[in-house]
């Protein structure tokens, strides 16, 4: 339970001799004549490959040869539910396992569906049936995906985050409860754990998980995972030798990859996600804890009254007059409200950016691309002065059609710049898919429950 449950994925897989082998040799029932074949052909690649300079490429040619000598190969799924604060989402994958005659375990993703719906869990706070009826209605989408003889065996896993952590603790268990007797019923493998209040840092190292792997990076240099969700933000980077002693404790996990075992360091911040940031700052520059009306220096003049919604609450917003107010200043006055926000909510700050190439998901890409700084459909890498000049610009435009693009902007680069320490020509990627594929820690989550599972199987 709690921090280590599901990071003890990670630990198992590594303890195994390399489990799709074995996999293989039980299930494959192939006549002699044609092993005979393969391995000489195997032979013959081999040399090619190695005179070619070619050898890291031998996985994929084995495996073409051996699907065109009619080896099956063995699929394996798994159904995500990521409960979300603004919304859930269901991932469900299908896997293979690739042949290979010997190097690491691993898994293809061969295909993956992706479909959300709004709003969070958490809003059903007062009729959790309903609620959860919508995670049902998620995994029913997701059902053509899936053999029906091969459900009993496939993981259905539920994950609710900071949406649920913010929630008072009666409220959210009996969500959960909900949601466990709901989806008990439709046929799939729900463990003891099936539905749980996911821990941040498993979060932040899922989702660093899933970024790795689909880069292919595991090997070599990785990449800091940055994660802006509604409710909290993550952090997540390889800490090289030395670096441990500057970071908590409890923030180092050591895990398996690429055949080493690394250690992340990682961290969850709770209201210190975008839509959480956006209450956090009217809020303490209304100082009523009890008002639903709030006048904030980051929203235009023009727009007043507009209605907004936030962990099931109406609010109504207003700008702040801002007589003869330079760009500049505009900017300035929203800068240090956030500001202030964010040193008083942060429980650490870290002394120093974060290690190797940056990237970054979920809402540092959507605001981005609202504002028009990177391609909606490709994503792109932009610095921290691209943001605060679109921050800028966007505080001082009177545009009822984006009235928190000031604020938003204003945020992701005072978390960038005055939280994480990153400096003004610091580039970070922006991505929402890689190769195809969502980019979500639900991935890397299903990722190490497969090969957990494979693993025990070679075991028993
Ligand atoms: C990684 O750590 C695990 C658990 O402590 C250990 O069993 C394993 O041998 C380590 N692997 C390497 C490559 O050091
Ligand atoms: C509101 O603020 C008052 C005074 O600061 C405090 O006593 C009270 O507990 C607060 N209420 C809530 C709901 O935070
Ligand atoms: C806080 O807001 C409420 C509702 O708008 C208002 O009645 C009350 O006077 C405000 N309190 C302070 C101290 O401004």
Redesign the pocket.
């Known amino acids: 339970m709690g921090k280590f449950s599901t990071y003890r994925y990670l630990e198992l897989k590594d303890d195994s001799p390399t489990p799709h082998i074995n996999v293989r040799s039980r299930t494959i029932k192939q006549p002699r004549r044609l092993k005979k074949i393969f391995i000489l052909l195997v032979i013959a690649v081999l040399f090619v490959t190695y005179f070619l300079g070619l050898f890291a490429g031998q996985s994929q040619w084995l495996d073409g040869i051996a699907k065109s000598l009619g080896y099956q190969s063995v699929n394996h799924y798994a159904v995500i539910i990521d409960a979300g604060s603004s919304g859930s989402r269901v991932l469900a994958y299908k896997f293979r396992v690739p042949f290979t005659v010997f190097g690491q375990a691993n898994l293809d993703l061969v295909e993956e569906y992706f479909e959300q719906s709004k709003p969070g869990l958490s809003s059903y706070a007062d009729d959790p049936a309903k609620g959860a009826d919508t995670i049902v209605q998620l995994i029913k989408k997701a059902e053509f995906l899936i053999p029906a003889e091969k459900r009993r065996t496939t993981p259905l896993i539920v994950r609710a985050t900071a949406g649920l952590r913010l929630l008072p603790k009666d409220k959210a268990h009996q969500l959960l409860v909900e949601v466990s007797k709901a989806i008990s019923t439709l046929g799939y493998d729900v463990g003891p754990n099936g539905v749980e209040i996911m821990d941040g840092s498993d979060e932040g190292i899922f989702i660093w998980y899933t970024l790795n792997l689909l880069h292919n990076l595991m090997d070599g240099e990785t990449m800091a995972a940055l994660d802006l969700g509604g409710g909290s933000t993550q952090i997540t980077y390889q800490l090289g030798d030395g670096d441990s002693k500057l970071f908590p404790v409890s923030d180092q996990y050591v895990v398996p990859a690429g055949g080493n075992n690394i250690t992340l360091y990682t961290h969850s911040y709770l209201n210190l996600g975008l839509l959480a940031a956006r209450y956090g700052v009217f809020s303490m520059e209304a100082n009523?804890n009890?008002?639903?009306?709030f006048t904030s220096v980051c929203v235009d003049p023009i727009v007043q009254k507009e209605p907004w919604t936030y962990g099931n609450k109406q609010y109504v917003i207003s700008g702040a007059r801002r007589q003869g107010l330079k760009r500049e200043a505009v900017y300035n006055l929203c800068h240090n409200a956030v500001v202030k926000y964010l040193k008083r909510t942060m429980d650490w700050e870290p002394a120093r950016a974060p290690r190797g190439s940056v990237a970054a998901m979920s809402y540092f890409y959507d605001v981005a691309a609202d504002a028009g700084i990177i391609d909606v459909m490709k994503g792109g890498t932009v610095s921290l002065s691209q943001y605060r000049t679109s921050a800028v610009r966007a505080c001082s435009a009177s545009n009822v059609e984006q009235p928190w693009a000031c604020i938003d902007l204003v945020y992701v680069l005072t978390l960038l710049q005055d939280g994480y320490k990153m400096k003004d020509n610091d580039p970070v990627s922006l991505f929402k898919k890689v190769n195809g594929h969502e980019v979500s820690w639900a991935l890397g989550l299903a990722y190490t429950t497969v090969m957990n599972r494979i693993a025990v199987m070679v075991e028993v």
Not at 290 to 293: G, I, M
């Open positions: 009523n009890t008002t639903t009306e």
